[in-house]
């Protein structure tokens, strides 16, 4: 059994329409809407988004990625979404001045070939995915977002982010397979990845703290007058992306400067939440 429910493949995804909804935007949410913005900051540094093709992978039926675009005026060259659910052009897009250029519904990225885009995708988002399919199957869309990732393209990245798994903690209920910090780290280079940065996306106060120095506390303390914790934990994640409970890792195929074990034995094991955790080593 894959998961609590026995899936080796979750489709559920966090809605934000829900989450307002219930009148309460918990960390995993908040942490959802940064991770969008800090592409679309990106893009906007140097105007990056001018020359965008997007490959946005398991964005959800709501493509908030695309929303966010379009709402910060940082469309880009193209955008095309991959999901093994059905995907909809959102009512927001119908007289809209710029809208997605293509959907891949019902479509597992894996069983794409290169020649299913026009364009080579030069920016490549894949959000809370792997965490929904088992190890074997993340290792392979490594290989395949590594593998369609524009080669020609000095500027080309990739986008990926996932719990770090905590098995003191546990995994989430319609979580297939949360890994080990370290782990993916290792995952991720050995398809070729050079990491260009690791960014923790929300945090428990009482993994971070004991990292932190006397400013940085005095800081939270303030911040913490007027802040839930939710928005606290997101505020310090990056700075702390090993003791995170999540991260976004930029990728590129620029020479590789390793920041990991060559070797997955190197790293403690079980290296995942899943029962097939082995097969992460290839």
Not at 18 to 28: F, M, Q, S
Not at 77 to 93: G, N, R
Request: charged share 25%; proline share 5%; glycine share 4%.
């Amino acid at each position: 059994m894959a998961n609590k429910h026995g899936r080796s493949i979750d489709k559920t995804y966090l809605s934000l329409d829900k989450a307002e909804e219930r009148g309460l935007i918990h960390r995993d949410y908040i942490a959802h809407c940064f991770r969008w913005s800090h592409v679309c900051m990106y893009l906007r540094q140097k105007r990056r988004w001018e020359s965008a093709n997007i490959l946005d992978i398991g964005p959800g039926k709501e493509l908030a990625l695309a929303k966010t675009l379009y709402v910060n005026r940082t469309t880009p060259k193209s955008y095309i979404a991959v999901d093994v659910s059905k995907l909809e052009i959102p009512s927001m897009f119908e007289k809209a001045s710029w809208k997605p250029t293509r959907l891949f519904s019902n479509t597992d990225v894996c069983d794409l070939n290169y020649d299913a885009f026009e364009v080579a995708p030069n920016v490549i988002t894949c959000f809370e995915v792997l965490e929904h399919i088992e190890p074997e199957h993340s290792l392979r869309m490594l290989e395949k977002i590594h593998s369609f990732l524009h080669s020609q393209d000095p500027n080309a990245v990739a986008f990926i982010s996932t719990p770090n798994w905590d098995p003191n903690v546990g995994a989430a209920a319609n979580h297939v397979n949360e890994m080990r910090h370290e782990a993916l780290g290792v995952a991720i280079e050995s398809v070729g990845f050079n990491i260009e940065e690791v960014y923790g996306t929300f945090a428990s106060q009482r993994d971070i703290k004991p990292f932190m120095t006397e400013e940085e506390l005095e800081i939270m303390d303030k911040l913490k007058k007027y802040y839930d914790s939710n928005l606290v934990s997101n505020i310090f994640a990056p700075l702390f992306p090993q003791q995170s409970r999540n991260c976004i890792w930029r990728l590129s195929k620029q020479e590789q400067k390793r920041r990991y074990p060559e070797y997955m034995s190197e790293v403690e094991e079980p290296w995942t939440s899943s029962e097939h955790w082995k097969d992460l080593n290839g």
